[in-house]
């Protein structure tokens, strides 16, 4: 695991992220079948190990709703967490991959939103849509 993130507020909640770099392939090279591309092995196994290791955590400390967070020694840090289905992110790749002679290629984009779409709990970010983001939020304030 890449990332464990808490938000701030109240009540934070947890978020684990799984990070490959803003190269790694986000679908395999070949179709499957005519039109049809499969997710890569890197993304594929990013969305696995983030799922893995948010079932993991939420089976640890799954008898409560919200955890009390304590230092070391026990005094308590005023922070509660809940653990109800903590968000989980990969960040890979960049849809830069989807272009061919300045176009997009429609049966590669596809296939990819299909995939990242049809995945429960798990949000999927390409490098170029997180720097987007990032820079709407800035100019935003």
């Known amino acids: 695991m890449d990332a464990i993130m808490r938000s701030k507020g109240l009540i934070s909640s947890m978020l684990f992220g799984e990070i490959?770099?803003?190269d790694t392939e986000l679908l395999s090279r070949t179709p499957y079948r005519a039109?049809?591309?499969?997710?890569?092995?890197e993304l594929g196994g990013g969305v696995a190990q983030v799922q893995k290791t948010a079932s993991k955590a939420q089976q640890l400390?799954?008898?409560k709703f919200l955890t009390q967070i304590y230092e070391e020694?026990?005094?308590?840090?005023?922070?509660?967490?809940s653990t109800t289905r903590p968000r989980q992110v990969v960040v890979i790749g960049s849809l830069r991959e989807f272009l061919q002679n300045g176009d997009v290629n429609p049966e590669k984009l596809s296939s990819f939103e299909l995939y990242r779409t049809s995945i429960q709990d798990v949000e999927v970010i390409t490098f170029d849509e997180l720097y987007e983001?990032?820079?709407f939020i800035v100019e935003d304030h």
């Open 73 to 81: 020694d026990g005094t308590p840090t005023g922070i509660e967490l």
């Open 20 to 22: 490959k770099t803003h």
């Open 61 to 63: 400390i799954s008898s």
């Open 133 to 135: 983001r990032a820079c």
């Open 35 to 41: 039109g049809v591309f499969q997710a890569s092995k």
